[in-house]
């Protein structure tokens, strides 16, 4: 290999050329292998001694013979593309230009094998290093890498895979005595690892570099097992596990070329769902934006619906997300939790797109495993007051994350203006809500003009109502949001203290299919268009609202007057008044409560919040 590039350089060097050019089919030396590294970018200039460095751990763009003869004669090589002739290539020479980065690649040698020889007879005993290497040397074994600590209790060698059999023999051969005597212990073999490299003349006297390495990785869960650095300092190469591989590539392109960008790996269920595919939409569609302005770069690992999952150590792209009925394997949600917990990755983040009590059963689960949650699911924050606080202890025990503004109100900042006003000091006197886009798009429309069971049934073929409207018409939903409210301020209230007046007969509700609903629905005609006519004489409005004041939580049909706030409202908003010691003439919050744009974005915006947080750690 590489054959052509040093006769090259070769002819190059005995011309006394002006420049050697080495034609490919990159567009230069990359910062890293951009099969494993997509985020790589070519080089404009290397020295000399970088592009060795480079070279001689993966970066087979150049064979590492073909720069001395150039070296030796002080004649740039320039790396060009065959395929992109006009693109500038990379030049290497004496002394490159300077750039803005410390460090000028990193690159990898995919399968090691570590040897380690130590032993108590070998502290202070001259010599054991040159016996070592002059023994592999006469079986023509070569030495990867050599780390020895100062205590020089041990040395470890680093050789490729097939040479590791023979190279414990021959140390052993050589040791015997010391084997026999127990001042050597046998020679221990440790597989499958890799090594990983950064190189960069700019490394020299910048204090640091070895600490945002370690950093990195150590943030990510990658362990370092071997570590050696030259008097040079032009390279710093650790070992690691061969599986850890592309991701301490990645981890360590990011950190040195693109600090000031933090990856946060997200897993979202519910992916194939009307919320869960509005938002993967989004995410997409918004990436390059986001990490541009806010330094965020949202990669996702892990998607799963009802029926498959797909799970991956390197981000999936949005094609393969859309082909995971295809190409995923069957759902199992614990194998998909495990999965996701042994991914080594910092400051992970679970979304939870359904509206399922199995998934939200897992959340006290992945807090304990340091995983934050964002979710639309206000299944879990309507369960026991016990379990609404165990939750955030869990959380606040393991500093993560729990984000669920969407509970409420779609994308309407409801609950982070709770917070604010209860972190400010401000009380909360009471307040009185339309939580339910499908309840307010029937009373907003019920006018007299039209039956109110036609207008049931109007909202159903538009969607606004859950496939069988009695879901929505019971109200239990907006007493779950109700109860929600009320905690967030601090009352510590069960579902059983939410007084539900239905404004239906039971005979409605109990009901063994959706058509046998509206056959009963319709004989309450006569009975809302009564209740419609003596508001319109009174110059009132039905509408159905959650409210909540002096200890008391309900949720009714209630008749309210051109003064209220909730005299106008129109179509499906949502409207929340807060009555507090500062507002005394209520603070209103309204707007869409409802649909896949406005809750996907609400989720996203709770997203980006967490996602700020963890770049600033």
Same mark, same amino acid.
């Given at each position: 290999?590489?054959?052509?590039?040093?006769?090259?350089?070769?002819?190059?060097?005995?011309?006394?050329?002006?420049?050697?050019?080495?034609?490919?089919?990159?567009?230069?030396?990359?910062?890293?292998?951009?099969?494993?590294?997509?985020?790589?970018?070519?080089?404009?200039?290397?020295?000399?001694?970088?592009?060795?460095?480079?070279?001689?751990?993966?970066?087979?763009?150049?064979?590492?013979?073909?720069?001395?003869?150039?070296?030796?004669?002080?004649?740039?090589?320039?790396?060009?593309?065959?395929?992109?002739?006009?693109?500038?290539?990379?030049?290497?020479?004496?002394?490159?230009?300077?750039?803005?980065?410390?460090?000028? @690649? =990193?690159? !990898?040698?995919?399968?090691? *094998? /570590?040897? %380690?020889? +130590?032993?108590?007879?070998?502290?202070?005993?001259? @010599? =054991?290093? !040159?016996?070592?290497?002059? *023994? /592999?040397? %006469?079986? +023509?074994?070569?030495?990867?890498?050599?780390?020895?600590?100062?205590?020089?209790?041990?040395?470890?060698?680093?050789?490729?895979?097939?040479?590791?059999?023979?190279?414990?023999?021959?140390?052993?051969?050589?040791?015997?005595?010391?084997?026999?005597?127990?001042?050597?212990?046998?020679?221990?073999?440790?597989?499958?690892?890799?090594?990983?490299?950064?190189?960069?003349?700019?490394?020299?006297?910048?204090?640091?570099i070895a600490g945002r390495m370690f950093s990195a990785?150590?943030?990510?869960?990658?362990?370092?097992?071997?570590?050696?650095?030259?008097?040079?300092?032009?390279?710093?190469?650790?070992?690691?596990?061969?599986?850890?591989?592309?991701?301490?590539?990645?981890?360590?392109?990011?950190?040195?070329?693109?600090?000031?960008?933090?990856?946060?790996?997200?897993?979202?269920?519910?992916?194939?769902?009307?919320?869960?595919?509005?938002?993967?939409?989004?995410?997409?569609?918004?990436?390059?934006?986001?990490?541009?302005?806010?330094?965020?770069?949202?990669?996702?690992?892990?998607?799963?619906?009802?029926?498959?999952?797909?799970?991956?150590?390197?981000?999936?792209?949005?094609?393969?997300?859309?082909?995971?009925?295809?190409?995923?394997?069957?759902?199992?949600?614990?194998?998909?939790?495990?999965?996701?917990?042994?991914?080594?990755?910092?400051?992970?983040?679970?979304?939870?797109?359904?509206?399922?009590?199995?998934?939200?059963?897992?959340?006290?689960?992945?807090?304990?495993?340091?995983?934050?949650?964002?979710?639309?699911?206000?299944?879990?924050?309507?369960?026991?007051?016990?379990?609404?606080?165990?939750?955030?202890?869990?959380?606040?025990?393991?500093?993560?994350?729990?984000?669920?503004?969407?509970?409420?109100?779609?994308?309407?900042?409801?609950?982070?203006?709770?917070?604010?006003?209860?972190?400010?000091?401000?009380?909360?006197?009471?307040?009185?809500?339309?939580?339910?886009?499908?309840?307010?798009?029937?009373?907003?429309?019920?006018?007299?003009?039209?039956?109110?069971?036609?207008?049931?049934?109007?909202?159903?073929?538009?969607?606004?109502?859950?496939?069988?409207?009695?879901?929505?018409?019971?109200?239990?939903?907006?007493?779950?949001?109700?109860?929600?409210?009320?905690?967030?301020?601090?009352?510590?209230?069960?579902?059983?203290?939410?007084?539900?007046?239905?404004?239906?007969?039971?005979?409605?509700?109990?009901?063994?299919?959706?058509?046998?609903?509206?056959?009963?629905?319709?004989?309450?005609?006569?009975?809302?268009?009564?209740?419609?006519?003596?508001?319109?004489?009174?110059?009132?409005?039905?509408?159905?609202?959650?409210?909540?004041?002096?200890?008391?939580?309900?949720?009714?049909?209630?008749?309210?007057?051109?003064?209220?706030?909730?005299?106008?409202?129109?179509?499906?908003?949502?409207?929340?008044?807060?009555?507090?010691?500062?507002?005394?003439?209520?603070?209103?919050?309204?707007?869409?409560g409802a649909g896949a744009e406005v809750t996907a974005?609400?989720?996203?915006?709770?997203?980006?919040?967490?996602?700020?947080?963890?770049?600033?750690?």
């Amino acid at each position: 290999r590489g054959g052509s590039d040093f006769t090259a350089s070769i002819f190059g060097a005995a011309l006394d050329a002006d420049e050697i050019q080495i034609w490919t089919d990159v567009n230069g030396v990359m910062t890293s292998n951009p099969v494993k590294v997509p985020a790589a970018f070519p080089l404009k200039t290397l020295s000399y001694e970088e592009a060795m460095e480079l070279s001689h751990f993966g970066a087979k763009v150049l064979h590492p013979p073909t720069i001395q003869p150039a070296l030796e004669q002080n004649i740039s090589l320039k790396i060009m593309n065959t395929f992109k002739q006009d693109f500038p290539g990379t030049i290497i020479q004496k002394e490159p230009e300077a750039n803005n980065f410390i460090i000028k @690649g =990193i690159s !990898s040698i995919q399968d090691i *094998t /570590l040897l %380690r020889i +130590q032993g108590s007879g070998m502290i202070g005993v001259p @010599g =054991i290093a !040159s016996r070592i290497f002059s *023994t /592999l040397a %006469r079986e +023509q074994i070569n030495i990867i890498l050599i780390t020895q600590a100062s205590s020089e209790h041990s040395i470890c060698v680093a050789v490729v895979p097939e040479k590791a059999a023979a190279a414990k023999k021959m140390i052993e051969a050589e040791f015997e005595l010391e084997l026999r005597a127990r001042m050597v212990d046998p020679v221990i073999i440790e597989k499958d690892l890799s090594i990983i490299a950064i190189v960069g003349n700019n490394m020299r006297h910048t204090p640091g570099i070895a600490g945002r390495m370690f950093s990195a990785l150590g943030a990510n869960g990658i362990n370092v097992i071997a570590i050696a650095q030259g008097s040079s300092e032009l390279n710093i190469s650790v070992v690691i596990s061969r599986r850890d591989e592309t991701r301490a590539l990645n981890v360590l392109h990011q950190a040195f070329f693109f600090p000031k960008i933090k990856t946060v790996p997200l897993f979202i269920v519910g992916a194939t769902g009307l919320i869960g595919s509005t938002l993967l939409k989004q995410l997409f569609e918004q990436r390059k934006a986001l990490m541009k302005k806010s330094g965020i770069d949202f990669q996702i690992h892990a998607v799963a619906d009802i029926n498959k999952m797909m799970i991956a150590e390197k981000a999936l792209e949005y094609s393969q997300i859309q082909k995971l009925s295809e190409a995923g394997e069957t759902t199992d949600m614990s194998k998909f939790i495990r999965q996701i917990q042994s991914l080594k990755f910092s400051g992970k983040i679970f979304i939870d797109c359904t509206a399922s009590e199995n998934i939200s059963a897992c959340y006290e689960e992945l807090f304990d495993a340091g995983i934050s949650v964002v979710t639309p699911n206000k299944l879990a924050n309507t369960g026991s007051w016990d379990r609404y606080q165990e939750m955030r202890r869990i959380a606040e025990k393991r500093d993560v994350h729990f984000m669920y503004e969407t509970n409420i109100g779609a994308g309407l900042p409801v609950i982070s203006t709770i917070r604010d006003l209860v972190s400010t000091g401000d009380k909360i006197v009471k307040f009185e809500a339309i939580l339910s886009g499908t309840l307010a798009y029937i009373f907003n429309t019920f006018s007299g003009s039209m039956r109110f069971s036609d207008v049931v049934k109007d909202a159903k073929a538009k969607g606004y109502t859950e496939p069988d409207p009695r879901i929505d018409l019971k109200g239990t939903d907006v007493a779950r949001k109700l109860l929600l409210l009320v905690r967030e301020i601090g009352m510590p209230l069960e579902m059983t203290d939410i007084n539900v007046e239905q404004f239906l007969p039971e005979s409605c509700l109990s009901t063994s299919s959706v058509n046998d609903f509206f056959a009963e629905l319709k004989k309450e005609d006569d009975h809302f268009a009564e209740l419609q006519h003596r508001c319109c004489e009174e110059g009132t409005v039905l509408r159905h609202i959650a409210s909540f004041e002096n200890g008391s939580a309900e949720v009714a049909l209630k008749e309210v007057d051109g003064s209220h706030p909730f005299y106008m409202l129109s179509g499906s908003d949502n409207i929340i008044a807060f009555t507090t010691k500062r507002y005394p003439n209520p603070l209103v919050i309204k707007g869409a409560g409802a649909g896949a744009e406005v809750t996907a974005a609400g989720v996203f915006a709770d997203l980006i919040k967490v996602g700020l947080v963890i770049r600033d750690k």
